[in-house]
T-cell receptor
């Protein structure tokens, strides 16, 4: 059964700092991996989607990498801003569940960017 | 505006009183899914649907029912709610017939069962 872990559970950094959020998964047979952002009291917003054949995806100040063999993904946020404060979740679509329709989510990293 | 709409956003009910949480999307997406989010457990998939009249169980389907009679709607039904179904529920949709595409989430429905 796929398990997805995100460490740390919470992170506080000063504005302007570059930071890395980590996501690890136990079964490397995956269709894809997605990173989401969740603001308090809100739904999830998709940030980046990496297919299993890709190594990384970039969107603005965000860069996500995928290393299937080691079961890891990282989300790199450059020049962090207070508006980046949110919870970041990763989700994996696993081949061994028989369908990419079943996603397994991590519990998230709560990020606070301070002034 | 492209969106996934859930109703109600907040609901307090009592054990055993049937309720339905509606979900509607205006993006003509084929894939829709329901999740519940609980502290320390993350999001867990309840049911998903890859097309009209096609539904399947996720990881925690017990105590829930769904239907997909129309492409845009995917209601979540709790026939006899119990306190352990107190949770934050999210509906999501995707343009792909699986979840391999970008997922769009609703704002969530916070349910309390007394």
């Amino acid at each position: 059964k796929q398990e997805v872990t995100q460490i740390p559970a919470a992170l506080s950094v000063p504005e302007g700092e570059n930071l890395v959020l980590n996501c690890s998964f136990t079964d490397s047979a995956i269709y894809n991996l997605q990173w989401f952002r969740q603001d308090p009291g809100k739904g999830l917003t998709s940030l980046l989607l990496i297919q299993s054949s890709q190594r990384e995806q970039t969107s603005g100040r965000l860069n996500a990498s995928l290393d299937k063999s080691s079961g890891r993904s990282t989300l790199y946020i450059a020049a962090s801003q207070p508006g980046d404060s949110a919870t970041y979740l990763c989700a994996v679509g696993s081949i061994n569940t028989g369908t990419a329709s079943k996603l397994t989510f991590g519990t998230g990293t709560r990020l606070q960017v301070t002034l | 505006e492209a969106q996934v709409t859930q109703n109600p956003r907040y609901l307090i009910t009592v054990t055993g009183k049937k309720l339905t949480v509606t979900c509607s999307q205006n993006m003509n997406h084929e894939y829709m899914s329901w999740y519940r989010q609980d502290p320390g457990l993350g999001l867990r998939q309840i049911y998903y649907s890859m097309n009209v009249e096609v539904t399947d169980k996720g990881d925690v389907p017990e105590g829930y029912k769904v239907s997909r009679k129309e492409k845009r709607n995917f209601p979540l039904i709790l026939e006899s709610p119990s306190p352990n179904q107190t949770s934050l529920y999210f509906c999501a949709s995707s343009s792909r017939t699986d979840a391999a595409g970008e997922l769009f989430f609703g704002e969530g429905s916070r349910l309390t069962v007394l």
